[in-house]
């Protein structure tokens, strides 16, 4: 059985990635190198493509690259303990709570500046007046 081969213009309609960030993937190592056809375009198979895919889903979660290569590097072996996943999980959950504390920090101090506009001319403003530090 035939297993269907992609272009990388194939494979970025099918993944929602752009070729150029495929082609980005395979130099970092993220993706092996492919097959390349007689007239040298390349040849991705159905397991690149849920490779590609898994990379995207744990960059939409917000991992770095380097934390992208050590994922691909649990998937790859599967027989082993999932304790590190569940850590590198972990970790990124923390770092996302962190994020949204000081998200929800600058909302805080953004309300606190409009809050104390009370219109008129920039000369006045006390927003300006606060960003530049003459309260």
Known sequence: MNEPRFTVGQLATATATKAVTIRYYESMGLLPAVQRSSSGYRQYSAQDRDRLVFIRRSRALGFSLDDVRELLSFSDHRQDSCAAVDAK?????????????????????????????????IEQCRIIESLTGHQ
């Not at 999980?89 to 929800?104: G, K, P, S, Y």
């Open 89 to 121: 999980i972990a970790e990124q959950l923390a770092q996302v709570r962190l994020r949204i504390r000081d998200l929800l920090g600058l909302e805080q101090e953004l309300q606190r500046l409009i809050d104390c506009c009370q219109g008129g001319v």
